[in-house]
């Protein structure tokens, strides 16, 4: 069973000596953004160079100008708890239904000031975009086929209503759909796209950096529709969704974890290990019956010319390129939450706490005062230090030996379930389930991040640093966080 199915998460309820204190500075627009499946639409309407599309998940829109997507706005960045009924533009100004309410902001204000309730609301005339009586058949990409009463099916038959159309001066029809994201046809020739945006899942539970492109995954939301892997290339800034249940060669969407190197994309799921070919772009699977300890893949590791897979029952590893398993770890093996390696020697966060790797196998880790006897949750390398995040609190130690730094629960850290850690230049990162700890490495201080501050959620599943920004992934989607800000209090 995964290690988020199974923590019960204890939030703090009491102020200890040392805990982190939360972040209280004047955050500017853009410093968070937080990316979500927008798919589900309610909303489309245009200005001079703007299309805007309203999703239950955010404002989103699209420069027609650059031909590129702005940076998505949360329902938070412009001023409201929830999502609008219904949207119009008129004039460069945007107008909102909220809670039976008319609210307009200009869209140069968006994200400097708040909207203005409307009290005067018959002598604004509204634009109607109504959609056609009937649909012309349009020519669409492959895998899809559009319906002449308004909707776009996939070839697994999945089909997402037209809710709202937009035309614009150039003859282009905009549509928003019930869950299959922007449309933009053309009623010239009568070519239609879809236009992806964002992420194909909102709860990302993984994030892999690498180089120009960003993997997002996590395990799907039950009942809802929202599913699969998301790519996105910031070169071209095309997103790119693989969905399990239209591609044969992924065993599962479902992610737990990354890894990747020149070649290959390693992602670790719910039923086996799926690889991504950079070259050839195309997916295989392989699970127990290829030698995988277990179908439960719960982390990655590159040491060398190998791989080393962590599994609910042990830890296998193969030639890259070869991808022929072999256990790697007796049968009675705990629970692997992380592995990684640090140069000389692989580590193993468990159930049973640290363990390590020699040539008679893998043992035991453990310290006088037993904190590397508990679960361990997360690793991570900080130069010539190793820092473990587990059940008791947060332990620094030296790999070269001998040094090592406490940060216990109760006393430094409120109990909570520290699900990643990350290190980079300046700081420690930790990813809880009641938000984001930093720890400054030179003044030895914490400090905590929150929704209110500006994440999608105080549940944190994983970090990615990501230079001057850090990613962070949650139940309601990835947040970006600009912290390479000297200006900014925080710092």
């Known amino acids: 069973m995964r290690l988020r199915a199974i923590i019960i998460i204890i939030t703090a309820v009491s102020i200890f000596g040392g805990v982190p204190g939360q972040a209280v500075v004047g955050f500017e627009p853009g410093d968070w953004v937080t990316y979500k499946d927008f798919r589900v639409q309610i909303k489309v309407g245009g200005s001079r160079q703007y299309i805007y599309f309203l ?49 307009s902001i200009s869209e140069f204000n968006l994200t400097w000031r708040s909207p203005r309730r409307v009290y005067n609301t018959l002598e604004l005339s509204l634009p109607q975009y109504p959609c ?82 960003i993997w997002f995954g996590g395990w799907n939301i039950p009942y809802q529709e929202s599913s699969g892997i998301t790519l996105y290339d910031r070169n071209s800034e095309q997103w790119t969704y693989f969905d399990a249940d239209l591609n044969v ?134 130069g010539d230090y190793i820092w473990f995040a587990g059940q008791l609190g947060l332990l620094k130690m030296s790999t070269k030996g001998g040094s090592r730094e406490l940060f216990p629960v109760t006393s430094v850290l409120p109990r909570t379930t520290f699900f990643d850690i990350k290190a980079d230049n300046r700081y420690v990162w930790v990813a809880t389930g009641n938000g984001v700890y930093r720890y400054r490495k030179n003044d030895k201080t914490w400090l905590t991040y929150y929704y209110s501050d500006g994440l999608a959620s105080n549940t944190i599943w994983t970090i990615a640093p990501d230079g001057d920004y850090i990613w962070f992934g949650t139940p309601e989607g990835a947040t970006r966080f600009l912290w390479n800000e000297p200006s900014r209090l925080d710092y």
């Open 55 to 103: 999703s239950t998940e955010g404002l989103i829109r699209f420069d027609t100008y650059t031909e590129q997507w702005e940076e998505p706005l949360s329902f938070r960045d412009i001023g409201f708890n929830a999502p609008p009924s219904n949207m119009w533009i008129k004039d460069e100004v945007l107008f909102f239904d909220y809670y039976g309410s008319i609210y």
């Open 132 to 213: 056609p009586e009937e649909f012309p058949l349009f020519f669409t990409p492959y895998g899809y086929i559009f319906k002449d009463e308004g909707a776009i099916m996939d070839y697994n038959f999945r089909e997402y209503e037209v809710v709202a159309c937009y035309q614009d001066e150039w003859e282009n029809l905009w549509m928003a759909t019930w869950g299959g994201g922007a449309i933009r046809a053309s009623l010239r020739d009568l070519r239609l796209e879809i236009i992806p945006f964002g992420l194909a899942n909102s709860n990302i539970e993984a994030i892999l950096i690498d180089g120009d492109s």
């Open 249 to 382: 060669y992924m065993i599962s969407d479902e992610v737990n974890c990354f890894e990747a190197n020149k070649e290959f994309v390693f992602i670790g799921t719910s039923m086996g290990l799926v690889v991504y070919n950079k070259g050839s772009g195309n997916f295989t699977s392989y699970n127990t019956f290829q030698g995988i300890p277990d179908d439960e893949v719960t982390a990655l590791c590159i040491k060398d010319e190998e791989l080393w897979v962590g599994t609910e029952t042990g830890i296998g590893k193969c030639i890259i390129g070869d991808f022929d398993f072999e256990r790697a770890s007796r049968i009675h093996f705990p629970e692997v939450y992380d592995i990684i390696y640090d140069g000389v020697t692989l580590w193993a966060g468990t159930s049973d706490g640290a363990y390590f790797l020699t040539g008679e196998g893998w043992r035991h880790f453990g310290t006088p005062d037993g904190y590397l006897d508990a679960p361990i949750w997360s690793l991570t390398l900080d």
